[in-house]
């Protein structure tokens, strides 16, 4: 059996009252912490570790054990999200609807495209390192598991995931390149035997 106790749900069986905040506030308050890293350990403590130091029984002994260790953790804090929420209102007044639009398209065309083409800027990214030419598959190349050519070497390009997938529908018999997406980026992962081969 299995059940879910909605966070809601949990004020209530605790007996905690919860905060009264404007349709939307909380949004606005939990981006502007994101951007300015205001609740990261080093500014208000970690809160895993601090939890298991904790003895007390009520919210009242958790909130003067917690003040104790971090005196100015929730000022800090609040001044960080508040400097943030600054530079939010300074932009706002900027934001029309062309500047919308260009987030809109950026967003569904040239992200979109750039998430499902990216093998091309891999398999050129990879050819560059290695001094070598490229060139992408034939729709033929393709149905053989084939995303494109280094030099003369057939290349799929795979997400780090595929590694780990135990029953694989198909069975690809060309060298892989793997790749894991990242916040910044993409992170390109070469076999062993790959790079011998690519530096030949």
Do not use: C, H
């Not at 054990?65 to 001044?79: H, L, M, N, S, V």
């Not at 960080?80 to 007044?93: A, D, R, S, Y």
Request: net charge positive.
């Amino acid at each position: 059996m299995e059940f879910k106790i909605e966070n809601e749900e949990i004020r209530e069986l605790m007996n905690i009252q919860g905060a009264e905040f404007p349709k939307y506030a909380t949004q606005i308050i939990n981006l502007a912490s994101q951007n300015a890293q205001a609740t990261r350990p080093k500014v208000v403590g970690k809160m895993s570790e601090l939890i298991k130091e904790f003895t007390g029984k009520t919210l009242e002994d958790w909130e003067i054990f917690y003040t104790k260790k971090y005196p100015q953790g929730i000022e800090d804090a609040t001044q960080k999200i508040l400097e943030m929420i600054k530079n939010f209102k300074n932009v706002i007044n900027e934001i029309n609807e062309d500047m919308v639009k260009q987030w809109v398209k950026d967003l569904v065309i040239v992200k979109t495209f750039i998430g499902l083409k990216f093998q091309e800027a891999i398999i050129k990214k990879v050819a560059l390192e290695f001094k070598k030419q490229y060139r992408l598959a034939t729709p033929e190349e393709e149905s053989k598991g084939i995303d494109g050519y280094i030099g003369d070497i057939p290349i799929s390009i795979k997400p780090i995931t595929y590694k780990t997938k135990s029953q694989l529908s198909e069975n690809i018999k060309v060298d892989i390149i793997f790749y894991k997406k990242e916040k910044d980026g993409i992170k390109i992962i070469i076999q062993e035997d790959l790079e011998k081969k690519l530096r030949q």
